[in-house]
């Protein structure tokens, strides 16, 4: 018998990364395979909301995967995956970001597709493998999707993923207006988190080039509620970077109901932001009017200006 395979996705875990853990670990077990969805970090309040609502256990933690089988969804960088992924057998990947530097000592099955979510290309492995969709895993996979794309108002949403949604919706019996309004509520559940919290809830790490690059996004209707805790949060900011040796970090603290970002920045490179964003920062801060997407419209321009 095989050794069972975890299916797992990113540090600090937003919505789409735990529901694509589980989907994805369901539609192997449909298959045959010896699966179990684990999870890398914390469970935030708009994911733990999902799982209340659709009556789904959380994933187990995984602290150190060495030695271990893995199905990697939502990400493919080691600077991203669990501790001790470089000492695992990596099995899939199954993603919807830029290719990372994952690699393999043979042939694996490795999808990736330029969609909104990893849940529209879960939704998809489901269609292709002809295994039913349940109302819970339809309500999962939709949770995902509308969190990833903000529902559906991110510039990362495809056509794709709005037939995707209004499938998923109608076998999930909800109303995805409706319902993804209820997602962004409980993305705004900040006031009780620390600075340091608040920076590193949704982030991750880049290496671009010889530099390391954190950026952090925090998702809300309210950005008041973290602006007005600016200081605090810039401090929280520096003590990371000197922690973590990183080139920069950028907070992007986005207001979902104007569809506009404001960055705040630490590190030494501030000036390499400025160029890659073609921004000039004023006290560390810049506003970014239309840009919701740190995978589309951050990450590239930011990728080139380091390199």
Same mark, same amino acid.
């Given at each position: ?15 789409? &990364? ?9 539609? =192997?077990? %449909?298959?045959? !395979? +010896? @699966? /179990?969805?684990? #999870? ?6 708009? &994911? ?9 256990? =959380?994933? %187990?933690?995984? !602290? +150190? @995967? /060495?030695?271990? #089988? ?238």
């Amino acid at each position: 018998m095989s050794q069972p395979s975890y299916v797992i996705g990113h540090q600090q875990p937003d919505t789409d &990364t735990i529901i694509s853990a589980v989907a994805y670990a369901r539609l =192997k077990q %449909a298959q045959g !395979e +010896d @699966a /179990a969805p684990a #999870r890398a970090g914390a469970i935030n309040p708009e &994911t733990q909301f999902v799982l209340d609502r659709w009556e789904v256990e =959380k994933p %187990a933690l995984l !602290e +150190d @995967a /060495a030695g271990e #089988r893995l199905a990697l969804v939502d990400h493919n960088e080691h600077s991203q995956t669990v501790s001790g992924a470089r000492e695992a057998e990596i099995t899939d990947i199954v993603d919807h970001h830029r290719i990372g530097d994952v690699e393999t000592s043979s042939p694996i099955f490795f999808r990736n597709e330029p969609v909104g979510s990893t849940a529209t290309i879960l939704t998809r492995l489901y269609d292709e493998a002809d295994v039913e969709i349940d109302a819970q895993t339809a309500g999962l996979l939709l949770s995902g999707l509308l969190s990833d794309t903000v529902v559906l108002r991110s510039p990362t949403t495809t056509d794709t993923d709005r037939t995707v949604a209004e499938r998923l919706a109608d076998i999930a019996d909800v109303d995805y207006e409706t319902y993804g309004k209820e997602l962004l509520q409980q993305k705004s559940k900040l006031g009780e988190k620390e600075p340091r919290e608040m920076v590193l809830g949704d982030f991750k790490e880049f290496e671009f080039g010889s530099h390391d690059v954190g950026i952090g996004q925090i998702e809300t209707v309210e950005p008041d509620t973290v602006l007005e805790q600016r200081e605090a949060v810039l401090e929280a900011m520096d003590e990371v970077v000197a922690e973590r040796e990183y080139a920069v970090l950028v907070l992007l603290v986005t207001d979902l109901l104007e569809e506009e970002s404001t960055a705040l920045v630490a590190g030494d490179h501030a000036e390499t932001v400025e160029a890659g964003l073609d921004v000039t920062l004023t006290d560390r801060e810049a506003f970014l009017p239309g840009v919701m997407s740190r995978k589309k419209q951050v990450v590239p321009p930011l990728e080139d200006a380091f390199q």
